[in-house]
């Protein structure tokens, strides 16, 4: 069965700061992967995804992941956090053929000033 | 923005009684899914829908009731609401098979059973 991890539950970054949430998944296959963010009170957004070809992808809001498929993660990557960014971040893992998503539990990001 | 509509956006409700949430969509995609959160767990899939009266179990299916009798329209159903249902409900669709392709999200229902 396909699973996700998100290791962090919580973390604080300093405004300016560069970001790193990581992403672990299980799939016996080829998988899909997204990032998702919910603001507060919201539902959830798309920041990118990845299907195949180039390793890095490139999503909305200055964010970025890279696939490495020998390590089975898809971390989430931002150089410089706005105090905007403050969310939750959700990854989420799927396949051809499947018709649903399987969803980490979450990683809330603060960002201090 | 995907045109969700989730109804109500807050209900609160005694133990025992029926509840049934609403997901309405203008986007005429095939799928649609009701996802509960609560927090430490996630997003965790309750029931989908892959088309007009075409639906699924999901990981936490248990006490909960689907219907979908038009494209535009999925209903969740809890027969008989207890404490352990408090939570925030999300409505999502897709244009096709949901593992490989964005998902749109409604704003949520938060639900509070006492």
């Known amino acids: 069965a396909q699973s996700v991890t998100q290791p962090d539950i919580h973390i604080t970054v300093s405004e300016g700061a560069s970001l790193e949430l990581r992403c672990n998944y299980s799939?016996?296959?080829?998988?899909?992967l997204f990032w998702y963010v919910q603001s507060p009170g919201q539902g959830l957004q798309l920041l990118l995804k990845y299907f195949s070809g180039d390793t890095l992808v490139q999503g909305i809001k200055g964010f970025e992941a890279e696939f490495k498929r020998s390590q089975s993660s898809f971390n989430l990557r931002k150089p410089s956090v706005h105090w905007s960014d403050a969310a939750e971040y959700f990854c989420a893992v799927g396949g051809s053929g499947y018709s649903t998503l399987t969803f980490g539990k979450g990683t809330m990001l603060l960002v201090s000033p | 923005d995907a045109g969700i509509t989730q109804s109500p956006r807050h209900k609160v409700t005694e133990t025992g009684t029926p509840v049934t949430l609403r997901c309405h969509q203008t986007e005429n995609h095939r799928y649609m899914y009701w996802y509960r959160q609560d927090p430490g767990h996630g997003l965790r899939l309750i029931h989908y829908?892959?088309?007009?009266?075409?639906?699924d179990k999901g990981e936490v299916s248990d006490g909960y009731s689907v219907s979908r009798s038009k494209t535009e329209d999925f209903l969740l159903t809890l027969e008989s609401a207890t404490s352990s249902q408090t939570s925030v409900y999300f409505c999502a669709i897709t244009p096709g098979q949901g593992g490989n392709t964005e998902a749109f999200f409604g704003q949520g229902t938060r639900l509070t059973v006492v």
């Open positions: 829908s892959y088309g007009v009266k075409d639906t």
């Open positions: 799939y016996g296959a080829t998988p899909y």
